[in-house]
């Protein structure tokens, strides 16, 4: 809060005048000391300059509001004076007699003033508890003599500059409210601003507590509930508040003090590894029974109970209809089809809808259907990277093409597809959010052995549906520590909500296993991990797949909760067949690629190996290579013989009469006989 010309003129005066008025005490004192008679003459005192002919008006209102008494207000302006007036150290020395002090001191303070009081010195006296004036004691020496020195802050706001202190700028960041806010958003801050006026001041303001996932919402909330009472936002991170109890006090201090002289609030964002960790939690917890003024906390959940009242407001993402408006309006949509499908697989907020839809815009021009796709396309950029490494992005290549499964797995995949594509309008538009007590996500579970399509078909449903594939990374997931896998499932799941991305859980009965008989406490805290993975995966919004090869490991309480169960069965011959037809890459004119070259295979004997699709394909690669080795084509010969190599490392008995030898290139090559070799 800085002045206009006018007021800055007239303190600046005023301040002149004052620092006259200390000069002339401080040379009258030094003076007396020169004639020891009247040193301590009644008359002393009264030859001394009387009253401060005026008192400057930034001092005036540093003392209403930090309450200070007059001699506090002299002893600040014997500060401000050493800072102002480069004649002060001499005079201070001679009024000390002392050549080796030329700084004020207490002591020369309770001579030089009229009314001094012992309260000044106090610990918890206003100078030294708000830290106005620093006392430099050294080894021994008295406090009373010790230099003081007015504090940085207050002497610029003698000056009539009002700023922040640079030390709590130092663990701050100012958030402004300029993030759009939608009704539901503007509802929570009108009701935090409500809260705050039911309160006579600032020191009776209980802790403002928004909850949630969201980091942006919580601030956006924030910021526009302060600037509704004129109040400057700081942002503070909980990891940055000091653990030593002394540092701790000392920035509540200062923040207090930054408080009344500024119209501030307070945004301490605690994170969760602060929220979940006991030790980082108390400093938290001291520092928000203490602190004075506005204060708000964000973070995941209710935190622990503090020693001050606090209120709690949940801040979600804007609403489903509330996004599928602004989409219409950031595109420049006639219909509302493609805003349907945007908002119905993203959950983001106004400022960032309208931020994609200009780019967009920019990017596809007039053409509708470009612009959807633009729009999409951006989302997925834009929300991919929020899961970080624990789920590295799968590159989603397989199409519906690829895929060689029975009719009935197939329709089942497709109906996947089709409920995320649509599931904003049977959600939405049709009303079924209403009725649904139970999460909006859909779950399903791939089934089968190794090597049947599990991974490929979660890569044709990204693919298909435009969206990103992560596959979770469970040696970053789980820990043997107790409560840290759910922290890890926690950060996965919040990152992942809204992203549009597909989690694909491989390998999941490690994850999602059946519940145990609790006879000790390690049952009991691995009941309480699956158990709190059977919430999240119901409540996650996107589309989570469990792929494993033993279904029968899996909790029952999992296979209620899926939308879809998906069985991978082993191919039959006729599935073999067709793998093997197309475990080769053509030909593609498109890109100029040329394919594998190819000799005649005899199809119907390779089917009679029980090889899964995954291990046709390792079969396929090795035989590339080796021809590529040897300079001939990919024939009969090296593919039986990429499959003997296949059956050792699966270490299934391989039966030497089930091959025969033959010559190609003068090289011996296995050839498979007639029959049908054992599985």
Avoid at 45 to 70: D, F, H, N, S, V
Wanted: glycine share 6%; charged share 25%.
């Amino acid at each position: 809060m800085n002045h206009d010309a006018t007021w800055e003129s007239e303190n600046s005066r005023e301040l002149a005048a004052a620092l006259a008025w200390i000069r002339a005490r401080l040379h009258r004192l030094a003076q007396d000391h020169s004639d020891p008679a009247s040193i301590g003459s009644p008359a002393s005192p009264t030859a001394l300059p009387g009253q401060c002919p005026a008192w400057p008006r930034a001092l005036l209102e540093l003392g209403e509001r930090l309450e200070l008494t007059e001699f506090d207000r002299e002893i600040v302006l014997l500060g401000a004076a050493m800072e102002f007036d480069v004649r002060l150290p001499e005079l201070c020395a001679r009024a000390q007699r002392d050549p080796l002090k030329p700084y004020p001191t207490f002591a020369l303070a309770m001579v030089l003033f009229e009314n001094p009081t012992w309260d000044a010195l106090a610990p918890n006296g206003r100078l030294r508890y708000w830290r106005l004036i620093e006392v430099d004691r050294q080894g021994t020496t008295p406090l009373t003599s010790s230099p003081l020195r007015l504090d940085e802050r207050v002497v610029h706001f003698l000056k009539g500059l009002n700023e922040l202190d640079e030390r709590l700028q130092a663990v701050s960041l100012p958030l402004a409210g300029g993030g759009q806010l939608s009704d539901s958003q503007r509802e929570v801050a009108e009701s935090v601003v409500r809260s705050w006026r039911a309160h006579p001041g600032d020191d009776a303001l209980p802790v403002t507590q928004l909850l949630g996932p969201d980091d942006a919402s919580k601030q956006w909330v924030a910021a526009h509930a302060a600037a509704a009472v004129g109040r400057a936002l700081l942002r503070v991170k909980s990891d940055t508040l000091p653990a030593a109890p002394n540092d701790l006090e000392a920035l509540r201090r200062l923040w207090d003090r930054e408080c009344r002289l500024l119209p501030l609030a307070l945004y301490l964002e605690v994170g969760d590894s602060d929220a979940s960790n006991s030790e980082r939690l108390g400093v938290v917890q001291r520092f928000l029974a203490r602190a004075d003024g506005l204060i708000l906390a964000a973070t995941r959940d209710v935190l622990p109970p503090l020693d001050r009242p606090f209120l709690a407001f949940d801040v979600e993402r804007p609403h489903l209809s509330e996004q599928h408006r602004a989409w219409v309006v950031a595109l420049g949509l006639e219909t509302g089809d493609g805003a349907s499908a945007l908002s119905g697989q993203f959950i983001l907020n106004l400022p960032q809808i309208r931020s994609l839809g200009a780019r967009a815009r920019a990017a596809a021009g007039t053409d509708s259907d470009a612009l959807g796709r633009a729009a999409w396309s951006l989302c997925v950029q834009t929300e991919r990277g929020r899961l970080g490494a624990l789920a590295p992005t799968v590159e989603a290549k397989a199409t519906w093409a690829d895929l060689v499964l029975p009719t009935d797995t197939l329709q089942l995949l497709r109906q996947i597809a089709a409920h995320v594509r649509r599931r904003a309008r049977v959600y939405g538009e049709w009303g079924f959010d209403r009725v649904m007590n139970r999460g909006l996500g859909i779950a399903a579970l791939f089934a089968g052995e190794s090597g049947t399509g599990k991974t490929m078909a979660a890569e044709v449903l990204a693919n298909d549906l435009g969206l990103s594939l992560h596959r979770i990374d469970l040696s970053a997931v789980v820990n043997k520590y107790i409560g840290e896998t759910e922290k890890n499932l926690r950060r996965l799941f919040d990152a992942a909500e809204g992203s549009g991305s597909i989690l694909f859980f491989d390998e999941a009965d490690a994850l999602f296993g059946k519940r145990s008989e609790v006879k000790d406490s390690h049952d009991r805290y691995a009941n309480i991990e699956i158990n709190y993975l059977l919430q999240r995966i119901e409540a996650y919004r996107g589309l989570a797949i469990l792929a494993t090869n033993m279904r029968s490991a899996l909790d029952s309480a999992f296979l209620r909760r899926l939308r879809f169960v998906v069985n991978f069965p082993f191919p039959d011959a006729a599935h073999r067949r067709e793998l093997w037809r197309r475990a080769f890459p053509k030909a593609d004119a498109a890109s100029g690629r040329a394919g594998v070259p190819v000799a005649e295979l005899d199809y119907d004997r390779l089917s009679r190996f029980h090889l899964a699709g995954g291990h046709i394909h390792s079969i396929a690669l090795n035989a590339a290579f080796m021809a590529a080795d040897a300079g001939t084509e990919v024939n009969l010969p090296l593919v039986l013989d990429a499959v003997r190599c296949e059956l050792v490392k699966l270490e299934r008995p391989v039966n030497p009469a089930e091959f025969k030898t033959g010559s190609i290139n003068g090289a011996s090559h296995p050839t498979l006989l007639d029959g049908s070799p054992r599985a």
